[in-house]
C-alpha cells in the first residue's frame, strides 16, 4: 500500500516490525568470520585451562540496559530527486540500577532516560512535535532497514553511555558497571564490561572452543583478545544451571584494550564472581540463567517507560496527517485536539 504523500512526512501503515529485527548483537557480530585473535594474552593457547577467580571483592554493582521500540515507519517528502525518503519513528530509554551486596539480590534504580527520534538518510530535519511527546531528528547513512536499525542503536548507546557518565559523576566513584550487550562504543567507561548472553557466531578454534565446554558454573576461560570491525578483551564463563548442555549457562564478557593485562585479568575476576551473584532463575525467565535479574527486572521497566504504542502512533499520525511537523503558529504542538486551556 503506498502512502499519500500530503506533507514533509507521511506514516507508513505497514507494521513497523517488518525488516527492522536487527538486534545490538546481531550487528556487533556480523564479521565474527574475519575475527582476528590472540589467544595468548593471559594463558598461552596451548595451554588453556577453565580459571576460578578468587573470591569477588565486596561493593556495589551497577547494570546498565537499554530498551528501543520502533513505533511507525515514514517517508521523508520534499528531497531534490523528487523521492521519498524511508525512516522509522523510534522510542528508546536507558537506565541504570545499582545491585547493593548482601541484601539477596535487590536492585536500585537510579537513573532512566527516555527520547524519541526520527531517522531517515534525509539531511534536513525532520522533527515531529506531537501532543504525545516530540521526535527529534537524526540521520542514518542510508534509507535500508540495517542502516536505520543502526542509526537508532548508535543513538540508544549514547544515552546508555550519557547515563552511566552522569551518575558516576555525581557519586565520584568507579563501582564496576556491567552493560548489557557488546561493549561497542562504551568502551571509554571505567571499569565497566560488556555482557553478551547470546552467541550468534563462534570466535574460537576448536581447542579452545572445547575448554568452553568444560568450563563449570562460577569460571572462566583465560582472557583473549579479538578483532573485528573493533579490538576488545573477551572471556567467556558459565553461571549456574541445571542444564548440561555444552554450553549452557555460557555467556561472554568484553573489556577495553586500553587495559593493561593484569587489570584486564583482575577486572575478568571481578566481573565472573559478581556476575553469578545475578544470574536469572528458570521459574522467572526462559533466558535464565544469562538474562541477569537486574537486566530483566530494568528491561521490563524500561518498556512502560517508553509508553503506549498504540497511542503514539495515533499521535504521529495525527502531527502528520495535515503536513504538520512542527509546532503550529499559536505554539500548540501539532495534532493535538485544541481545549479551552489553550484559548
Not at 523510534?90 to 545491585?99: D, E, K, M, P, Q
Given at each position: 500500500m503506498t502512502p499519500a504523500a500530503v506533507g514533509a512526512i507521511t506514516v507508513d501503515p505497514w507494521d513497523p516490525g517488518y525488516a527492522t529485527s536487527l538486534t545490538a548483537e546481531a550487528l556487533a557480530e556480523l564479521d565474527a568470520t574475519s575475527a582476528e585473535l590472540d589467544l595468548s594474552v593471559e594463558l598461552p593457547a596451548a595451554r588453556w585451562r577453565p580459571i576460578t577467580p578468587a573470591a569477588a571483592p565486596g561493593g556495589p554493582v551497577l547494570v546498565a540496559d537499554g530498551v528501543r521500540r520502533i513505533e511507525a515507519r515514514v517517508w521523508i517528502n520534499g528531497l531534490d530527486d523528487g523521492m521519498p525518503s524511508p525512516g522509522i519513528a523510534?522510542?528508546?530509554?536507558?537506565?541504570?540500577?545499582?545491585?547493593e551486596p548482601g541484601t539477596g539480590g535487590l536492585a536500585r534504580l537510579t537513573s532512566v532516560d527516555v527520547r524519541r527520534s526520527i531517522f531517515s538518510p534525509s539531511s534536513q530535519s525532520n522533527e515531529i512535535h506531537t501532543w504525545a511527546g516530540s521526535y527529534a531528528s537524526f540521520r542514518a547513512r542510508d534509507g535500508s532497514a540495517e542502516q536505520l536499525s543502526l542509526a537508532l542503536q548508535r543513538q540508544l548507546t549514547a544515552l546508555e553511555v550519557e547515563v552511566a557518565t552522569e551518575y558516576r559523576a555525581a557519586i565520584d566513584e568507579d563501582e564496576l558497571l556491567i552493560v548489557d550487550g557488546p561493549l561497542r562504543g562504551r568502551t571509554q567507561l571505567p571499569r565497566t564490561v560488556g555482557y553478551i548472553k547470546a552467541h550468534h557466531a563462534g570466535y574460537l578454534p576448536d581447542l579452545q572452543s572445547d575448554i568452553v565446554g568444560a568450563l563449570r558454573p562460577g569460571q572462566r576461560t583465560p582472557v583473549f583478545l579479538m578483532g573485528t570491525s573493533w579490538r576488545r578483551y573477551s572471556?567467556?564463563?558459565?553461571?549456574?544451571?541445571?542444564?548440561?548442555?555444552?554450553?549452557?549457562?555460557?555467556?561472554?564478557?568484553?573489556?577495553?584494550?586500553?587495559?593493561?593485562?593484569?587489570?584486564?585479568?583482575?577486572?575478568?575476576?571481578?566481573?565472573?564472581?559478581?556476575?553469578?551473584?545475578?544470574?536469572?532463575?528458570?521459574?522467572?525467565?526462559?533466558?535464565?540463567?544469562?538474562?541477569?535479574?537486574?537486566v530483566g527486572g530494568l528491561e521490563r521497566l524500561l518498556r512502560h517507560r517508553l509508553g503506549d504504542a498504540g497511542v503514539l502512533y495515533r499521535a504521529l499520525l495525527a502531527a502528520t496527517a495535515d503536513g504538520a511537523s512542527t509546532a503550529s503558529a499559536d505554539g500548540t504542538p501539532a495534532g493535538r485536539p485544541r481545549s479551552a486551556s489553550d484559548s
Open positions: 523510534a522510542s528508546y530509554a536507558a537506565g541504570l540500577v545499582r545491585c572471556w567467556y564463563l558459565r553461571l549456574p544451571t541445571r542444564s548440561a548442555a555444552p554450553w549452557a549457562g555460557i555467556a561472554r564478557c568484553e573489556a577495553s584494550t586500553t587495559l593493561s593485562q593484569e587489570a584486564v585479568t583482575a577486572l575478568a575476576d571481578h566481573a565472573t564472581g559478581a556476575i553469578q551473584t545475578l544470574a536469572g532463575v528458570d521459574y522467572k525467565d526462559p533466558r535464565a540463567p544469562q538474562n541477569l535479574i537486574p
